[in-house]
């Protein structure tokens, strides 16, 4: 399966600050997710990064807080902008080829652990 | 109604013993249904999966059964070990139309030594 690389790895920033996660995988994939885990809670999706078109973001995220750019079959960003100490969470990469070997097996990345004081 | 409900929240068990984590689903438009464990720090990663129209896998100590009829699935770890405590996280996926998996509540294993 794909490897994910996920920068940074963890980060403490300033309320009213932005802050972009890289996600880089090894190889092309079709499908990259971004996901968001408060501490100890499951996982929600925050929207699906579409190359090439605008993402497609899921109920309660919005393009204007979490800008998501995804550029090529390798290679996606988010930003969590304007911060406020409810964002504080770990961000998490995921991919899948929908066709493959890659196929069925969603692969996540280590997460971005944020705090936002 | 793309939720799956997930349970127990914890559970504790003895080395040897058995563990049982359930979810249930509304959503007929669910494809696949994976098992995902997370250890402290690290992301989710694939344990098993199952498609709704097998009744059982089993891969080494871990089982998935799938009712499709009560929509409902759920994770059997025989002989427990103490390092598979972790969170389990039940998902589905849907693949028509949007295509996104979505997870369960998670379940934190705790086994003893």
């Known amino acids: 399966s794909a490897v994910i690389s996920q920068k940074p790895s963890r980060d403490i920033c300033q309320r009213g600050t932005s802050l972009t996660i890289q996600c880089q995988v090894d190889s092309q994939v079709t499908m990259m997710f971004w996901y968001r885990q408060q501490p100890g809670q499951s996982l929600t999706l925050i929207a699906t990064a579409n190359q090439g078109s605008e993402a497609t973001y899921e109920s309660g995220f919005v393009i204007d807080k979490f800008p998501i750019s995804r550029p090529n079959l390798t290679f996606s960003t988010l930003t969590v902008s304007n911060m406020s100490p409810e964002d504080s969470s770990i961000y998490l990469c995921?991919?899948?080829?929908?066709?493959?070997?890659?196929?069925?097996?969603?692969?996540f990345g280590a997460g971005s652990r944020l705090t936002v004081l | 109604q793309q939720q799956v409900k997930q349970s127990p929240q914890s559970l504790i068990v003895q080395k040897g013993g058995i563990s049982i984590i359930n979810c249930a689903y509304e959503n007929t438009a669910f494809d696949y249904f994976p098992w995902y464990q997370q250890f402290p720090g690290k992301g989710p990663a694939l344990l098993i999966a199952?498609?709704?129209?097998?009744s059982e896998k089993k891969e080494g100590r871990f089982t998935i059964s799938f009712n499709k009829s009560a929509k409902q699935f759920s994770l059997h770890i025989m002989d427990s070990q103490p390092g598979d405590s972790a969170t389990y996280f039940c998902a589905a996926r849907v693949s028509s139309g949007t295509y996104k998996y979505i997870f369960g509540t998670g379940t934190r294993l705790k086994v003893l030594a």
């Open positions: 995921s991919v899948e080829d929908r066709t493959g070997p890659g196929a069925n097996v969603l692969t």
């Open positions: 199952i498609r709704p129209d097998v």
